[in-house]
């Protein structure tokens, strides 16, 4: 009788490892899941290397290539080849410039956050950079977002994962905050949003107990995974990587959504080329995403502080980079026909009266929004079943598309687009906002008048009075066309902070000679 307990209980024990058990992230995905998803990472990460340019870097989205660089590629950069010890080289030396220029100019949070997490993937201390605490620097910026509800949860809860990620200390209230976010349900925070707070919850979990986590945790990724969509995504690429990043970080996370049906709508999301939406980082974050459904966890937090397991990466001063290395220089896009010095010193003074108080307004994270690449009416089909999707209350968010135009000729001009989700009665101001914080394209700089917010300075180029470049707003009733371009008569007749943005509204923002 106890040996066929024994053989029932053993055949128990085999069923459950084949099942679920800890393996069950790997045993979760079919060969031909994980034959597409290694497909998807390589055409990834090939398209990413053909848009590196001759300095190893990406411009802006160094940081973020970085990142998904560490988290996609084993050993990476500790195996020291050449290229990977010459692209981690550019992230240091686009954060040293910006820090040499710190706090005189100062360096969005969100850009700080990537740094930090940046210096984490290379093997670097970001609390030690050349004297430089970037966590310090960080989280100075984290204690403005420390307060409840729209529009500062987005960048507080980024700073609290990169916090956590650094080794600091996560105080109490601000994981109450944490935990106010993730359990939303009047969807006033995105889904993004959510997810980097359960994250972060995530992170501090695994230092420190915190009464009652796994229920709040589990209702945070039940909330999420109700919310796939028919095509199995969550939206857009950005969106989508975050939210599949913050599902797998729990044992259980087949329960909360149809894993299949996600990797197949991810898939869809893929050009033929490799890129996600023709963009650095949507490519960056869907090989992060790409990289937690292989891995069995969350790609982000992987890059802890002293994660990497032998120090072998050398820091700066101890290369020298001589004529002999070989560059490779690429040929990513058509840019702008605009000025020499586009980027004009800081001499360069506003149009208009003096302001009553000049400071560098940096840009804070902006919630309840998400961003959908897709053209109107655009809808993937794709076979299988997922869950039903949920519907957002039409009453709570619109839809607005907000593009950059940065040269004086149109057809040439580099070009940026977005289309986001934000809650009604947003200002263009926080319209802006959100889109720095997703896309580094976006990020600006302005000063404060006693009317409102004057912009001078969008994606690094700022107006030039003596040339007569400014920034013009438009709001168009279609959307911009580089073979028509808009007339002066639909400059917008308010500031960005007086715009309240309406369901539908286009506006383009046009670097140009007036």
Same mark, same amino acid.
């Given at each position: 009788m106890n040996t066929n307990w024994t053989y029932f209980f053993l055949l128990l024990l085999n069923l459950y490892l084949l099942v679920g058990g800890s393996s069950a992230a790997e045993s979760m995905l079919s060969t031909e899941l994980v034959d597409k998803l290694e497909g998807m990472k390589q055409r990834a990460l090939n398209w990413l290397s053909s848009e590196r340019r001759g300095d190893y870097g990406w411009g802006s989205d160094t940081s973020r290539v970085v990142i998904a660089l560490a988290a996609a590629v084993d050993g990476?950069?500790?195996?020291? /080849?050449? !290229? %990977?010890?010459?692209? %981690?080289?550019?992230? #240091?030396? #686009?954060?040293?410039?910006?820090?040499?220029?710190?706090? !005189? #100019?100062?360096?969005?949070? %969100?850009?700080i956050a990537y740094y930090a997490l940046g210096l984490n993937a290379i093997c670097r201390d970001p609390r030690d950079y050349y004297g430089y605490n970037i966590i310090d620097i960080l989280e100075k910026h984290s /204690? !403005?977002? /420390?307060?409840?509800?729209?529009? #500062?949860?987005?960048?507080?809860?980024?700073?609290?994962?990169?916090?956590?990620?650094?080794?600091s200390h996560i105080h109490r209230r601000q994981i109450h905050h944490l935990i106010q976010i993730s359990r939303d349900e009047t969807r006033l925070h995105s889904l993004e949003t959510r997810s980097m707070a359960l994250m972060a919850l995530k992170c501090v979990h695994q230092h420190r107990r915190i009464e009652g986590i796994h229920r709040i945790l589990h209702e945070g990724y039940e909330g999420l995974g109700g919310l796939q969509g028919l095509d199995g995504t969550f939206g857009n690429i950005h969106t989508t990587a975050l939210v599949i990043q913050g599902l797998r970080l729990d044992e259980n996370f087949a329960e909360y959504w149809n894993e299949t049906s996600g990797i197949w709508g991810l898939g869809a999301m893929q050009k033929e080329i490799g890129s996600f939406e023709d963009k650095v980082v949507g490519t960056a974050d869907a090989l992060l995403a790409i990289s937690t459904l292989l891995n069995g966890s969350s790609g982000i937090l992987r890059l802890?502080?002293?994660?990497?397991? &032998?120090?072998s990466y050398k820091p700066l001063e101890s290369i020298v980079i001589g004529p002999e290395i070989p560059v490779i220089l690429t040929t990513p896009g058509t840019k702008a026909s605009t000025p020499e010095n586009s980027t004009s010193s800081d001499n360069a003074t506003p149009k208009g009266p003096t302001p009553s108080k000049s400071s560098s307004v940096s840009v804070t994270p902006v919630t309840g929004s998400s961003i959908s690449s897709e053209s109107p009416g655009e809808v993937r089909r794709m076979s299988g079943v997922a869950p039903p999707a949920k519907t957002l209350p039409s009453s709570l968010t619109v839809s607005v598309k907000y593009s950059l135009w940065i040269g004086p000729d149109p057809p040439i001009a580099d070009k940026h687009n977005l289309t986001i989700l934000v809650p009604t009665n947003t200002s263009f101001f926080h319209v802006m906002q959100r889109a720095a914080e997703l896309d580094p394209a976006f990020e600006f700089?302005? &000063?404060?008048?006693p009317n409102g917010h004057y912009v001078h300075t969008i994606s690094g180029h700022r107006e030039q009075p003596v040339g007569y470049y400014y920034w013009l707003l438009y709001r168009l009733p279609t959307d911009p066309d580089p073979t028509k371009p808009p007339p002066t008569t639909y400059v917008a007749e308010r500031g960005v902070d007086d715009l309240l943005v309406k369901d539908g509204d286009i506006y383009l923002f046009w670097f140009k000679k007036i």
């Open positions: 990476w950069p500790q195996k020291n /080849d050449l !290229e %990977a010890m010459l692209i %981690a080289k550019q992230l #240091e030396i #686009e954060l040293l410039a910006k820090l040499l220029r710190y706090p !005189e #100019e100062v360096i969005p949070p %969100a850009q /204690d !403005e977002f /420390d307060s409840s509800g729209y529009p #500062e949860t987005f960048g507080f809860s980024l700073s609290s994962l990169v916090s956590c990620l650094g080794g802890r502080r002293h994660h990497c397991s &032998t120090y700089s302005s &000063t404060v008048w």
